[in-house]
């Protein structure tokens, strides 16, 4: 006997077709092992797929996310693409509120398909940890082939359940040529905790960004939703208690433009609340079909 797993397909931080992340979402996930639920996403081989299985509530389902490597604790365009299917699976013509019950512990997202694309806006459930990099701003400069006068601030740690190496530089063009120089990533970061890069240049209330994930065989990410939070905490250091809005602008390198909205709020003095926004579009669906035997042995 063979058993029919569905998935549906999306483009997440974006309102554009093969635009922003490409996300897969197995609505039905009960009765999976997390052996069968990696090599699933490891067959996929999108940056990342989710599997999801009920919850207490209605709206509080179990979200697990799994890249082709390893499951991730918390994740942005998962999250954001996750609630907007359910969302349409569910029927919903509005918006609607949804609890997504992650390894970070509870989402809160909210759903808007009121509007020409769907839209949600997660938010943390982790707010920014920011520590010091081991890095120093000559380190920065020969991991991403760009000057070290370039580098405008010294490398920063910043986490909302998955951390970065946060690297500031001069301007979108510095950021738009930067090329990860293998042999500095090998000395520096290979044997690292924090492999992860997330390069930032902001003009305003806007930044370009690149995110490259060489330890899970994507060199480089399109959108990174738990970035985006992340970034909220090295972006409120300068500046005064308020709330605050940028746009961030990734993939177009890779040809899958992203936008990305990044909210957060300063009170006394730290970041007390943080909340990332997109659209997503639904553009395919499928099925593995896998027998008893598979399924009870992952």
Same mark, same amino acid.
């Given at each position: 006997?063979?058993?029919?797993?569905?998935?549906?397909?999306?483009?997440?931080?974006?309102?554009?077709?093969?635009?922003?992340?490409?996300?897969?979402?197995?609505?039905?996930?009960?009765?999976?092992?997390?052996?069968?639920?990696?090599?699933?996403?490891?067959?996929?081989?999108?940056?990342?797929?989710?599997?999801?299985?009920?919850?207490?509530?209605?709206?509080?389902?179990?979200?697990?996310?799994?890249?082709?490597?390893?499951?991730?604790?918390?994740?942005g365009h998962p999250t954001i693409g996750t609630?907007?299917?359910?969302?349409?699976?569910?029927?919903?013509?509005?918006?609607?509120?949804?609890?997504?019950?992650?390894?970070?512990?509870?989402?809160?997202?909210?759903?808007?398909?009121?509007?020409?694309?769907?839209?949600?806006?997660? /938010?943390? !459930?982790? +707010?920014?940890? $920011?520590?010091?990099?081991? &890095?120093?701003?000559? *380190?920065?400069?020969? #991991? =991403?082939?760009?000057?070290?006068?370039?580098?405008?601030?010294?490398?920063?740690?910043?986490?909302?359940?998955?951390?970065?190496?946060?690297?500031?530089?001069?301007?979108?063009?510095?950021?738009?040529?930067?090329?990860?120089?293998?042999?500095?990533?090998?000395?520096?970061?290979?044997?690292?905790?924090?492999?992860?890069?997330?390069?930032?240049?902001?003009?305003?209330?806007?930044?370009?960004?690149?995110?490259?994930?060489?330890?899970?065989?994507?060199?480089?990410?399109?959108?990174?939703?738990? /970035?985006? !939070?992340? +970034?909220?905490? $090295?972006?409120?250091?300068? &500046?005064?208690?308020? *709330?605050?809005?940028? #746009? =961030?602008?990734?993939?177009?390198?890779?040809?899958?433009?992203?936008?990305?909205?990044l909210d957060f709020s300063k009170r006394q003095?730290?970041?007390?609340?943080?909340?990332?926004?997109?659209?997503?579009?639904?553009?395919?669906?499928?099925?593995?079909?896998?027998?008893?035997?598979?399924?009870?042995?992952?």
């Amino acid at each position: 006997m063979r058993n029919k797993i569905e998935y549906r397909l999306l483009d997440v931080f974006t309102e554009l077709p093969f635009g922003g992340n490409q996300l897969a979402v197995f609505p039905q996930a009960e009765g999976l092992s997390t052996e069968l639920m990696q090599r699933l996403a490891n067959e996929l081989n999108l940056a990342e797929t989710t599997f999801v299985s009920a919850g207490e509530g209605e709206r509080e389902p179990r979200v697990r996310i799994f890249t082709p490597a390893f499951e991730m604790p918390f994740a942005g365009h998962p999250t954001i693409g996750t609630a907007i299917c359910l969302a349409m699976l569910d029927g919903d013509n509005g918006r609607s509120e949804w609890t997504l019950q992650e390894n970070v512990g509870p989402v809160s997202v909210r759903v808007d398909l009121d509007g020409a694309q769907p839209r949600a806006t997660l /938010a943390v !459930a982790q +707010l920014p940890e $920011v520590s010091e990099s081991s &890095l120093s701003r000559a *380190d920065a400069a020969a #991991l =991403l082939g760009v000057a070290e006068a370039e580098v405008i601030a010294e490398p920063l740690i910043s986490s909302c359940g998955y951390p970065f190496q946060v690297i500031q530089l001069a301007s979108a063009e510095a950021v738009a040529r930067t090329t990860v120089q293998s042999a500095a990533w090998q000395r520096l970061l290979a044997d690292h905790p924090v492999p992860d890069l997330y390069v930032v240049s902001v003009d305003g209330d806007r930044a370009k960004v690149r995110m490259f994930c060489i330890e899970i065989g994507i060199q480089e990410d399109p959108a990174t939703g738990s /970035a985006a !939070a992340a +970034l909220a905490g $090295v972006l409120a250091q300068p &500046l005064t208690d308020g *709330d605050y809005r940028y #746009l =961030l602008s990734q993939g177009e390198e890779l040809g899958r433009p992203s936008q990305l909205q990044l909210d957060f709020s300063k009170r006394q003095g730290a970041v007390s609340a943080v909340e990332v926004s997109g659209s997503a579009r639904l553009v395919g669906e499928g099925a593995f079909y896998l027998d008893q035997l598979c399924l009870q042995r992952g």
